[in-house]
Antibody
Framework: HVQLQESGPRLLKPSETLSLTCTVSGDSLSSHYWTWIRQPPGKGLEWIGNIHDSGNTNYNPSLMSRVTISIDTSKNQFSLKLNSVTAADTALYYC??????????WGQGSLVTVSS | EIVLTQSPGTLSLSPGEKATLSCRASQSVARNYLAWYQQKPGQAPRLVID???RRATGIPDRFSGSGSGTDFTLTISRLEPEDFAVYYCQQCANSPLTFGGGTKVEIK
């Protein structure tokens, strides 16, 4: 049974960098795609990007200039960095994964608030 | 990018009734790489249907997916109380992956 858990600071000031880590248990990272998705309060889902265990990444063009997704197979973790955050980046951030680009496994979500 | 439009926005039905949810894509979804997710309040989304018609692990057979190209449908044959939730479609064929705006299935 694969489990994912997000961790990282929950309150940021404008212009700071959002950093979240997803720890995967119950399976290795190999041969999977690992994804970050966010959901502003009361709104729908937005795909941020994904990474394969090979290191190949895909990003949403709307965020590409500010986002980096990385993977550490030795720790069974993958991470999200989002630079220069604003209030518009306030959202519930989910890590997710699957054998393909759809997401079979999801973390519980981490609410990140950007406020001065 | 592929834009997904879900309809209706809200579906008001009673337990035991049939639910039909639509997802229309702005261009053809290659290889029918279209997924459906269920999200209940305070919970993460859960994969229901993958590749347009394949039920995910543990999903009951009252859920079915159909469609190809630009038009896809999620059908719940007989609504159970636990099925009332928001459903999102997602195209997984082209980057950036995109989600539809969601359909809320509520108790009438």
């Amino acid at each position: 049974h694969v489990q994912l858990q997000e961790s990282g600071p929950r309150l940021l000031k404008p212009s700071e960098t959002l950093s979240l880590t997803c720890t995967v248990s119950g399976d290795s990272l190999s041969s999977h795609y690992w994804t970050w998705i966010r959901q502003p309060p009361g709104k729908g889902l937005e795909w941020i990007g994904n990474i394969h265990d090979s290191g190949n990444t895909n990003y949403n063009p709307s965020l590409m200039s500010r986002v980096t997704i990385s993977i550490d197979t030795s720790k069974n973790q993958f991470s999200l960095k989002l630079n220069s955050v604003t209030a518009a980046d306030t959202a519930l951030y989910y890590c997710a994964g699957g054998l393909g680009w759809s997401s079979d496994y999801w973390g519980q979500g981490s609410l990140v608030t950007v406020s001065s | 990018e592929i834009v997904l439009t879900q309809s209706p926005g809200t579906l008001s039905l009673s337990p035991g009734e049939k639910a039909t949810l639509s997802c229309r894509a702005s261009q053809s979804v290659a290889r029918n790489y279209l997924a459906w997710y269920q999200q209940k309040p305070g919970q993460a989304p859960r994969l229901v249907i993958d590749d347009a018609s394949r039920r995910a692990t543990g999903i009951p057979d009252r859920f079915s997916g159909s469609g190809s190209g630009t038009d896809f449908t999620l059908t719940i044959s007989r609504l159970e109380p636990e099925d009332f939730a928001v459903y999102y479609c997602q195209q997984c064929a082209n980057s950036p992956l995109t989600f539809g705006g969601g359909t809320k299935v509520e108790i009438k």
